[in-house]
C-alpha cells in the first residue's frame, strides 16, 4: 500500500537553530508532493509544493523541501526558526493516475516547538 | 478571493444522530475532497466530489455519505453517530484533483457524546 512516513512525531529546538523534518513516501508511480502546516484549532495551509521541475522548492517564509526520487524523500529544511514556526507539520502525497482523484495521503505529522 | 468556507465550525451531537456539514470551495474550483482528522489515526481520506460525481472513496462506513451541488459546493453527512465519530473534519477544494495543491477550510470540529 501507497504511504507517508514522518519520522520525528516532535522536534524541539531553539530559536535562530536550522531544523529538519523528515518525510519519507512509497510509490511505485509518479507522485505530487507537499507539506502542510496546521497551526491550533485551524485547518492545513499549504507550505509548498512539488510537482515537477527543479527537484528544490521553497516557500515564502523561508522554508524549502528537496524531491529525492531516488531515495523516495521530501524533507523539509529552514536554516534559521522562529517562535511563530512553532505548529504542526504534514507532509503528503499525491499519486499520479488512476483512481487517485482529490486524495492526498498524510503522514502522521510532525509537532516542531521552538523555544526563545 | 474568499478561501475554503466550512460550516458550523463546532458542533455537538449526541450517540445515534445523524449531521451534516458544509463547504463551500474556493470559487471556480470544481473538486472537494473531505478528510477526517483524530489524534489517533491522522489525517484520513472520506472522499472527493467533482462536477457533483464522486470520483474517489476512502475507506470509510456507509454511514459517511456525501454530495455536491452544480455550484461545486459540497456537504457530507453522517448517520448513526458513534463515539469514534468526533473529529475534526476538513474539506478542501482545488480545480482539477491530484494534480493540482489543494486548499483547506477551516474545519468542523465535531463531538459526539
Known amino acids: 500500500a501507497q504511504s507517508v512516513t514522518q519520522l520525528d512525531s516532535q522536534v524541539p529546538v531553539f530559536e535562530e537553530a536550522p531544523v529538519e523534518l523528515r518525510c519519507n513516501y512509497s510509490?511505485?508511480?509518479?507522485?505530487?508532493l507537499f507539506w502542510y502546516v496546521q497551526y491550533p484549532n485551524q485547518g492545513l495551509q499549504l507550505l509548498l509544493k512539488?510537482?515537477?521541475?527543479?527537484?528544490l522548492v521553497e516557500s515564502i517564509n523561508g522554508f524549502e523541501a528537496e524531491f529525492n526520487k531516488s531515495q523516495t524523500s521530501f524533507h523539509l529544511r529552514k536554516p534559521s526558526v522562529h517562535i511563530s514556526d512553532t505548529a504542526e507539520y504534514f507532509c503528503?502525497?499525491?499519486?499520479?493516475?488512476?483512481?487517485?482523484?482529490?486524495?492526498?495521503?498524510f503522514g502522521q505529522g510532525t509537532i516542531l516547538t521552538v523555544h526563545p | 478571493k474568499a478561501g475554503v468556507t466550512q460550516t458550523p465550525r463546532y458542533l455537538i451531537k449526541t450517540r445515534g444522530q445523524q449531521v451534516t456539514l458544509s463547504c463551500s470551495p474556493i470559487?471556480?474550483?470544481?473538486?472537494v475532497s473531505w478528510y477526517q482528522q483524530t489524534p489517533g489515526q491522522g489525517l484520513q481520506f472520506l472522499f472527493e466530489?467533482?462536477?457533483?460525481?464522486?470520483?474517489n472513496k476512502g475507506n470509510f462506513p456507509g454511514r459517511f455519505s456525501g454530495r455536491q451541488f452544480s455550484n461545486s459546493r459540497s456537504e457530507m453527512n453522517v448517520s448513526t453517530l458513534e463515539l469514534g465519530d468526533s473529529a475534526l473534519y476538513l474539506c478542501?477544494?482545488?480545480?482539477?484533483?491530484?494534480?493540482?495543491?489543494?486548499?483547506f477550510g477551516q474545519g468542523t470540529r465535531l463531538t459526539v457524546v
Open positions: 478542501a477544494s482545488s480545480l482539477a484533483g491530484h494534480d493540482t495543491e489543494a486548499f
Open positions: 510509490s511505485s508511480v509518479s507522485v505530487y
Open positions: 512539488y510537482l515537477s521541475g527543479s527537484t
Open positions: 503528503a502525497v499525491s499519486y499520479a493516475g488512476g483512481t487517485s482523484y482529490g486524495k492526498l495521503t
Open positions: 470559487s471556480g474550483h470544481r473538486s
Open positions: 466530489y467533482f462536477s457533483e460525481t464522486q470520483r
